[in-house]
């Protein structure tokens, strides 16, 4: 009984460290997919609606996401689902048909770099 409580509590003391370390190196890991700097000069275009706070694009039914601080491969996922056509907004649709598979780990480096309240 008492070796049961002992890797009890060894196994609740190391979870929570395991999820800590490896939330805490989660965005080091996605800025190493991508090049932060250089995507900050393709990013320059995201930032003329991503950038503007309660911003509204079709006024009012769409709400422009701020995308500082948001999760790298969440980025990659929905740039990579416009730019097939598979997920639908046309202005998106647009903007991520230019982008190559390296502007795309650029650019949502740059975006994970900046932090939430950046952008």
């Known amino acids: 009984m008492r070796r049961i409580s002992i890797v009890s509590a060894t196994v609740r003391a190391i979870v929570p460290a395991i999820a800590l370390f490896t939330f805490a190196i989660g965005p080091l890991d996605a800025i190493a997919q991508g090049d932060p700097e250089r995507g900050k000069v393709i990013a320059y275009t995201c930032t003329g609606c991503h950038g503007i706070p309660f911003y509204k ?16 491969e969440y980025l990659i996922t929905a740039l990579e689902s416009y730019r097939s056509g598979e997920r639908q907004h046309a202005t998106m649709q647009a903007q991520a048909s230019t982008l190559s598979d390296q502007d795309i780990l650029d650019v949502t480096a740059y975006f994970v770099s900046i932090g939430e309240n950046e952008s």
């Open 57 to 72: 694009n079709v006024y009012p039914t769409y709400t422009v996401p701020k995308l500082g601080g948001q999760n790298q």
